[in-house]
């Protein structure tokens, strides 16, 4: 290795395993929380119910409503919340959606967080949070927003329908890609990335096969947690600026809109990073990256065009001439593509 290069990488606590639920009392007490805020999605209610129980007397008040995109009103509501009932600390089980509005309140009240998903959108990893107004989403980068302890149990998400997984493998193999071209990406970086698309791609293909295989489903928890932390690191670029715009402009559902997304911002872009096309192109065995997302996701189950997901033609060059990008991009044959869902 000749190159010079300079790579910051993240700290977080992470406990995988199945069983690693009955572990959240212990990291909230490492952590030295004595008044613990919960939050959990719909899905994520019986377990949530398990948690509050082990907390006992460090169980301070509960948020089960959370949506997705973090609406400013919502994220005012929790931070509200977590004032009201005297919160300490922070423990989020669910998908990205109950972790982001957890960073929401971290962000301003400054409280730790304990993470616990149940999907793959690598959430967890990353110091990213995202709060969306008025058909538009802001998103921002600070260390407080880090969960302190990540927490994988592979259980919680055994019974996670087919459709829902892919689309969040989906999301969890976007973070993998794109960090290997974004301009702070590195050689330690791209090894991350690789490994996370290796151990997803074998994980969906194990799930689609036996849904509840609990290997599989720690796989899947292992290579979004490496996604995670390979862009926490490379930070984002063009994919996830198009994804964000299109997500607060028109509500799209996130992970299915990476689905769509990806491979044509791929075609793109991997050419510039040749050697980590190669690999990943190893890891998800295919002779081309960008077609091979666009074929997984479409094995998958998983939507390829924005049009499934509900998206208009006008909408999709309302969405290209509003977006702030390099000029150099065709931004709009781009998002042309990703509508009309183009191999």
């Known amino acids: ?25 212990d990291e909230v007490g490492l952590l030295g929380i004595d008044r613990v805020l919960l939050i959990a999605t719909r899905s994520a209610r019986e377990w949530a119910d398990l948690v509050e129980r082990s907390l006992g007397d460090r169980f301070a008040g509960r948020i089960d409503e959370v949506r997705q995109h973090v609406p400013k009103e919502k994220a ?18 669910g998908g990205g959606s109950a972790i982001g509005l957890a960073k929401a309140i971290a962000l301003t009240e400054d409280l730790p967080i304990i993470a616990v998903p149940t999907t793959y959108s690598g959430s967890e990893m990353t110091p990213v949070w995202g709060q969306t ?14 969960p302190k302890a990540v927490v994988y149990d592979p259980v919680l998400s055994q019974q996670l329908p087919l459709k829902v997984t892919a689309a969040s493998v989906a999301n969890a193999l976007a973070h993998c890609v794109e960090a290997t071209w974004t ?16 151990a997803l791609r074998e994980g969906l293909l194990q799930v689609l096969e036996n849904r509840t295989d609990l290997d599989a489903r ?15 690191s490379a930070g984002t670029g063009l994919h996830h600026k198009l994804c964000h715009l299109l997500g607060g402009m028109y509500n799209l559902p996130h992970a299915e ?21 190669a690999r990943l ?12 997302l666009f074929d997984l996701f479409s094995a998958a189950g998983v939507p390829t065009s924005l049009r499934e997901l ?14 702030e990008g390099s000029t150099s991009i065709d931004v709009k044959e781009i998002l042309h593509r990703a509508w009309a869902g183009e191999r």
Do not use: C, W
Request: charged share 25%; net charge negative; aromatic share 2%.
């Open 1 to 25: 290795m000749s190159e010079s290069f300079t790579h910051v990488g993240l700290a977080s606590r992470v406990v995988l395993g199945a069983g690693s639920l009955d572990r959240v009392a």
């Open 257 to 277: 809109t990476h689905a769509a997304v990806l491979p044509q911002v791929t075609r793109v872009k991997a050419p510039e990073v040749p050697r980590a096309k």
């Open 183 to 198: 301009e702070k990406a590195d050689p330690i970086n791209d090894v991350i990335a690789v490994e996370a698309a290796r």
């Open 218 to 232: 720690s796989n899947l928890l292992y290579g979004a947690s490496l996604a995670g932390s390979a862009m926490a």
């Open 310 to 323: 509900g998206l208009t033609e006008e909408q999709a060059a309302e969405a290209a001439e509003r977006f």
């Open 76 to 93: 005012g509501a929790a931070r509200a919340k977590a004032r009201e009932v005297g919160a300490t600390g922070i423990v989020a089980i």
């Open 133 to 146: 107004e008025g058909g538009s989403k802001t998103t921002g980068t600070d260390l407080k927003v880090l």
């Open 281 to 292: 192109e190893e890891a998800l065995q295919t002779t081309d990256l960008a077609t091979g």
